[in-house]
């Protein structure tokens, strides 16, 4: 077992609040127990052990709070992995995290990780993958990256999602739109003009709300 994982599990466990944790395991749909930790308690119990391991990726310990029963574990795997130093050939590892006790919470936080990380080829291939959340990541994973954001590999991956009729797939669609049309408004309103139609309704909505 990790020195860190065992560490972080003595930090946590004396703030658990069952109270706090059946209302974040409802808003989670009841999928996860919880310790009922906050973000900021969490962060701030933790914040020593994770700075110790900023230079490297700790797989060892990421592995430990991925296999722990309570959903804050996963999520400071989420925060080591945000900070840590992420190459390609961490993504085929990366991706057994996204597919392992899923749900929007943890995609959504390891997708900009993994975006810093992948090759174009490897967001490509992801977005053609057969599991929804690793397609997800994909639709997701230039988020915040403003005029560096690659507008070709954009369009292309969000038009090889369309139709899959799935609710997390066409809210990340809009998702994606709407943050991008924050630094390039016209290319989010052309775009949507040409491919509206194609479109869920979810996805336009969501797409169109700053354009």
Not at 50 to 55: A, F, M
Not at 69 to 84: G, N, S, T
Request: aromatic content about 10%; proline content about 4%; glycine content about 6%.
């Amino acid at each position: 077992m990790s020195a860190e994982f065992l560490l972080i599990d003595a930090a946590l466990r004396p703030l658990a609040d069952p109270a706090r944790a059946a209302g974040m395991s409802a808003y989670q749909r009841g999928r996860f127990p919880f310790l009922g930790v906050p973000a900021p308690a969490r962060r701030a119990a933790v914040k020593e052990v994770l700075g110790r391991c900023q230079e490297a990726v700790d797989r060892e310990l990421v592995e430990a709070c991925w296999t722990a029963a309570e959903r804050e574990f996963q999520y400071v795997a989420c925060d080591h992995l945000r900070d840590a130093p992420l190459r390609a050939e961490d993504v085929p590892w990366l991706r057994t995290l996204v597919v392992r006790k899923s749900w929007w919470d943890t995609v959504d936080a390891l997708a900009k990780p993994i975006g810093r990380a992948a090759t174009a080829q490897q967001m490509r291939e992801w977005a053609a993958d057969g599991n929804l959340w690793v397609r997800r990541v994909a639709i997701l994973h230039q988020l915040g990256r403003r005029e560096a954001t690659d507008t070709g590999m954009l369009a292309e991956i969000i038009l090889n999602n369309l139709g899959s009729g799935e609710f997390f797939i066409d809210k990340a669609i809009g998702w994606a739109l709407r943050d991008f049309s924050k630094t390039d408004r016209e290319w989010v309103r052309e775009f949507l003009r040409a491919h509206g139609a194609q479109l869920s309704a979810l996805s336009r909505r969501e797409g169109s709300k700053y354009v």
